[in-house]
Nanobody, 125 residues
Framework: QVQLVESGGGSVQPGGSLRLSCVGS????????MAWFRQVPGEERKGVAG????????MSSDTVRGRFTISRDNAKNVVILKMNNLQPEDTANYYC??????????????????WGRGTQVNVSS
C-alpha cells in the first residue's frame, strides 16, 4: 500500500525557516501529482503547494506564494516544501498528499487519495 511519511516540522519564531520532507513508498512515485496541505483545528484542510509528476508545473496558494517553494526528486521518492519568512498564521499541521495523474494539477483536497500523518509547524514569538 502507499505510504507517505512527513518530517521536518518544529517550532520557529516569525521570520524563521523550515524544510519539510515527504518520502513516498508503495507506488510509482514519479507518475503522481504531489502536494502539501495544512490544517488548523476547527478549520478545513487547505492546499499549500503542488507539483506535477514531471516537475514541469507547480502551484501554490496565495497566502504562501513567494515564501514557500515545492520541489521533488523522483529518484529518491521525495517531495520537499521549503518555507521561508514563516508567520504565526502559518501554524498548522502540514500533510503530504498524492494524486493520480489526470487532467490538471489542483489543490483540492478531495482529489488526493493518499495522505501522510502530518507534521506540526508552530510559529510564534
Amino acid at each position: 500500500q502507499v505510504q507517505l511519511v512527513e518530517s521536518g516540522g518544529g517550532s520557529v519564531q516569525p521570520g524563521g525557516s523550515l524544510r519539510l520532507s515527504c518520502v513516498g513508498s508503495g507506488s510509482n512515485f514519479s507518475k503522481y501529482y504531489m502536494a502539501w496541505f495544512r490544517q488548523v483545528p476547527g478549520e478545513e484542510r487547505k492546499g499549500v503547494a503542488g507539483i506535477t509528476p514531471g516537475d514541469d508545473t507547480m502551484m501554490s496558494s496565495d497566502t504562501v506564494r513567494g515564501r514557500f517553494t515545492i520541489s521533488r526528486d523522483n529518484a529518491k521518492n521525495v517531495v520537499i516544501l521549503k518555507m521561508n519568512n514563516l508567520q504565526p498564521e502559518d501554524t498548522a499541521n502540514y500533510y503530504c498528499a498524492e494524486k493520480e495523474w489526470d487532467d490538471r494539477l489542483t489543490l483540492h483536497a478531495t482529489e488526493y487519495t493518499a495522505w501522510g500523518r502530518g507534521t506540526q509547524v508552530n510559529v510564534s514569538s
